[in-house]
């Protein structure tokens, strides 16, 4: 096991969840002090059908994506190439939905899916806006971070720089299973992805602690959940900046927007190495 990752993604989770436990225990005494109803906290992410047992909810979908970041770490940085078999890949996409269906079933009891994840969004054409401008924003800040020698901090502290999931998409041979990795990549993950961390995670947390807290908990655990060391602190920013959009349009659409075109400008660049030597910056 790569030591180091799993430590990070054992600090990452820990982190978060002592944040959240902290801030729900001052939230709750402000409550009960000053009385009243919760606070009215800003954005246009909706709170209001949440109710204390997601907290348990919230806490179990964590647990399932912490554990399988654990496994992710255990493979990182094995001397062996990476392979992914035609069914693993189907299990691991399974997995995604089935993740985003238990979300989906918690709240859907509650509201229907257009109001929970804002779906009825009359200025959606924003996205073809907002994705490209924030992913040439995004790529240019992680640009910033490989130039002031993040990579190579990652290298000096014994972690593999590139994700294993980079060198996949680089050595796959197999048209097919590599078309299924990318449509994985481009349209499975940011869909169920948005739907668990921003549609249900980020929301719950936020309800019971505010947006600040909510956020920062939140993206750090989308962060570790990805099980990669290298890509930790770059995910964590990026889990920011999808929470901000999501508060700024109040539909899901605009974050699943950005993710879908982050990943698949992604892919791109991993499959063009192929071909062209390009220099690896710390990402999905």
């Avoid at 069914?87 to 859907?108: D, K, Y």
């Avoid at 980020?202 to 099980?227: D, E, M, N, Q, R």
């Amino acid at each position: 096991m790569d030591t180091i990752t799993a430590t990070s993604v054992h600090a990452s989770y820990g982190l978060a969840f002592f944040i959240f436990l902290l801030a729900y225990a001052a939230t709750s005494l402000r409550r009960r002090v000053n009385g009243g109803p919760p606070a009215l906290y800003m954005g246009r992410v909706s709170i209001w059908y949440y109710r204390p047992i997601d907290i348990v909810g919230a806490g179990m979908i964590s647990m399932v994506f912490y554990l399988l970041a654990i496994g992710n770490a255990a493979m990182e940085g094995q001397t062996d190439a990476p392979e992914m078999s035609m069914g693993g890949l189907i299990f691991s996409i399974g997995f995604q939905f089935f993740m985003a269906g238990i979300a989906a079933v918690i709240v859907l009891r509650r509201v229907n899916i257009l109001e929970w994840l804002g779906l009825k969004w009359k200025k959606w054409p924003l996205v073809f806006a907002i994705a490209p401008v924030t992913v040439v924003s995004m790529w240019a800040l992680f640009a910033g971070l490989y130039e002031f020698g993040y990579m190579e901090l990652m290298e000096r502290l014994g972690v593999e720089a590139v994700q294993d999931s980079v060198v996949m998409f680089q050595q796959e041979e197999n048209l097919f299973l590599l078309g299924l990795m990318a449509f994985a990549a481009s349209i499975v993950a940011p869909l169920c992805e948005e739907v668990v961390f921003r549609g249900y995670l980020y929301p719950v947390a936020k309800k019971f602690t505010g947006p600040w807290i909510a956020a920062l908990c939140t993206a750090l655990i989308f962060s570790a959940a990805h099980g990669s060391l290298a890509a930790l602190l770059p995910l964590f920013i990026f889990g920011l900046v999808l929470v901000a959009i999501y508060e700024i349009t109040g539909s899901l659409w605009a974050p699943i927007a950005v993710h879908a075109l982050f990943n698949t400008a992604t892919v791109v660049v991993q499959i063009a190495s192929r071909y062209v030597e390009l220099p690896q910056a710390p990402g999905k």
